[in-house]
């Protein structure tokens, strides 16, 4: 069994002033951020590959849905 990852808690507010720095700790590190609004946990912020395994495992597809008010850009 593998060890144990470690996982970061922040408020909605909090990630919205340092939201580049939990982008590159779930895309770089590894390490999701849990979301949470009102001290209730509502939402985790995950790397990509993570995500798409996550999909895989559960046997799930997922289509894009592109934002009619902006250009779509890949970064």
């Known amino acids: ?4 990852k470690t996982e970061r808690q922040k408020s909605i507010a909090e990630v919205r002033n ?10 770089y590190v590894d ?4 979301l949470t609004s009102r001290k209730k946990r509502v939402a985790v912020v995950v790397g990509m590959d993570f995500y798409e395994r996550a999909l895989a495992a559960l046997g799930e597809t997922r289509v894009l ?11």
């Open 65 to 75: 849905i592109e934002d009619d008010d902006k250009a779509s850009t890949d970064d």
């Open 31 to 34: 390490q999701p951020t849990v």
């Open 18 to 27: 340092e939201l580049a720095d939990t982008i590159n700790r779930a895309r």
């Open 1 to 4: 069994m593998s060890e144990p």
